[in-house]
C-alpha cells in the first residue's frame, strides 16, 4: 500500500475525509475518544470534523451530557460518550493505577492520605453537586499539580468525571449523579474486542502496535482484542482493517488541526503522515501540534495570535488553505 492510498484510508477513518457527520456527539462516539486535556483545542478537533459547528455546539454537549471529558487510555483526558466510560475506565485505569500512586507519592501523598482525599471529594461532589476544581481545592487541602493527580487517581476509581461548564471553567461531578450507576460487572474480554473493533473504525488500517500505543495497554491485550474480532478483519500489507468501513476518496481535503489532535496521536508509526526531518516541527517538548495537513500529509505548522491564522508551511508555499483558514477563524470569533 502507497503512503498516499494509507493516509487516504486513514483521513476517512478518522471523519477527516469523505461524507462529514453532522454532530460533535457522532464524531466523539465514532472515535470512542477524543483527546481533550486542552479543551480548546479539542473543540477545533472537533471542527475539522464537523462542518458549521460551533463552541457553543460543543459546550451544549458537554452541559447535556451527550459526552463528558475524563481520563482514559494513556492517563490524558478524553472526550467520551458517557456509555463508553464504564468499559473504558474499567479497561484502561488499571494501567495507569501504579504511576498515579507514584505521582502521588512524589507530591508527598502517601495512600491514606489519597484515600482520604478521595473520599472527601466524594462527599462534597455528593452533598453539593458540581464543583469547580478551586471548590475541590478548598475541600481537600490539595492543590496544584498534585490536586491534577488527586483527581486523575479518582475519575480511576469511577469518583467523578468532568460535568458542566460553569462560565469558563469546567466542573466536576459524581460520576454516579452525572451518568448513571455502572454496571455490576464489565467483561473484560467483551471490552478489549470492542476497543479493538472501535480503535479500527476510527483509526484503520494499522496494526496491534498502534492499537497498544494509543489505548496505553500492553501488546498482549491489544493482540487479544483483534484476534477475538478477526472474523471482521482484513489484512493490508502488514496491516489489519475492518472489512466494513467508509468509503475512502484518493485523496483527502486540506485540514488545520489543533494541539493533540487523534490525527497526530493515534499511530505509533508517524512516517505515513511527515517526513522524517520535519518531526520535530510537530512533536517537540512533550507537545503534538497544531499542524497544517494537506492529502493527509503534514506539510506546515499554524498559529492563530489574535485570531487571525498564520501558517508556517516546511517547504514552498502554504496553498490550498483558504476555506480552512476562513473556517478556523470564524470559529475562534463565535468564542
Known amino acids: 500500500m ?21 454532530t460533535a456527539v457522532a464524531t466523539v462516539r465514532h472515535h470512542l475518544a477524543v483527546q481533550a486535556q486542552d479543551l480548546r483545542a479539542a473543540q477545533l478537533a472537533l471542527r475539522a470534523r464537523v462542518p458549521n459547528l460551533t463552541p457553543q455546539d460543543v459546550d451544549r ?15 490524558t483526558l478524553h472526550f467520551v460518550c458517557p456509555d463508553d466510560v464504564p468499559w473504558l475506565v474499567a479497561l484502561t485505569g488499571p494501567t495507569q493505577a501504579a504511576a498515579v500512586a507514584r505521582r502521588l507519592q512524589l507530591d508527598g501523598i502517601d495512600p491514606p492520605k489519597a484515600e482520604r482525599a478521595i473520599e472527601a471529594i466524594a462527599k462534597a461532589l455528593a452533598d453539593e453537586g458540581p464543583l469547580t476544581r478551586a471548590q475541590l481545592v478548598e475541600r481537600t487541602g490539595v492543590e496544584g499539580q498534585p490536586f491534577i493527580h488527586l483527581a486523575f487517581a479518582a475519575a480511576y476509581r469511577g469518583v467523578m468525571v468532568r460535568g458542566p461548564l ?58 487479544a482484542g483483534l484476534q477475538s474480532i478477526a472474523r471482521e478483519l482484513t489484512q493490508h ?78 517547504e514552498g508555499a502554504a496553498t490550498g488553505f483558504v476555506a480552512e483558514t476562513k473556517s478556523v477563524e470564524r470559529f475562534i470569533a463565535r468564542r
Open 237 to 314: 500489507d502488514g496491516l489489519v482493517d475492518l472489512k466494513r468501513r467508509r468509503a475512502a476518496p484518493d485523496r483527502a481535503p486540506a485540514k488545520l488541526l489543533p494541539l493533540w489532535d487523534n490525527y497526530l496521536l493515534g499511530w505509533k508509526d508517524r512516517a505515513f503522515q511527515i517526513e522524517p526531518h520535519h518531526t520535530v516541527s510537530i512533536y517537540a517538548n512533550g507537545m503534538v501540534g497544531p499542524a497544517a495537513s494537506r492529502g493527509g500529509k503534514l506539510v506546515g505548522r499554524w498559529t492563530a495570535p489574535n485570531g487571525r491564522v498564520e501558517l508556517e508551511p516546511f
Open 166 to 223: 460553569i462560565g469558563r471553567q469546567h466542573a466536576y461531578v459524581r460520576t454516579e449523579d452525572w451518568l448513571g450507576r455502572p454496571p455490576k460487572r464489565i467483561d473484560r474480554d467483551a471490552s478489549l474486542a470492542e476497543l479493538a473493533r472501535r480503535y479500527l473504525q476510527a483509526f484503520g488500517p494499522a496494526t496491534e502496535a498502534d492499537l497498544a500505543y494509543w489505548s496505553g495497554l500492553p501488546k498482549r491485550d491489544a493482540r
Open 2 to 22: 502507497t503512503p498516499a492510498r494509507l493516509r487516504a484510508l486513514r483521513c476517512a477513518a478518522q471523519l477527516l475525509a469523505g461524507e462529514p457527520v453532522k
Open 61 to 75: 454537549a458537554l452541559n447535556e451530557r451527550e459526552f463528558v471529558v475524563t481520563w482514559v487510555n494513556r492517563g
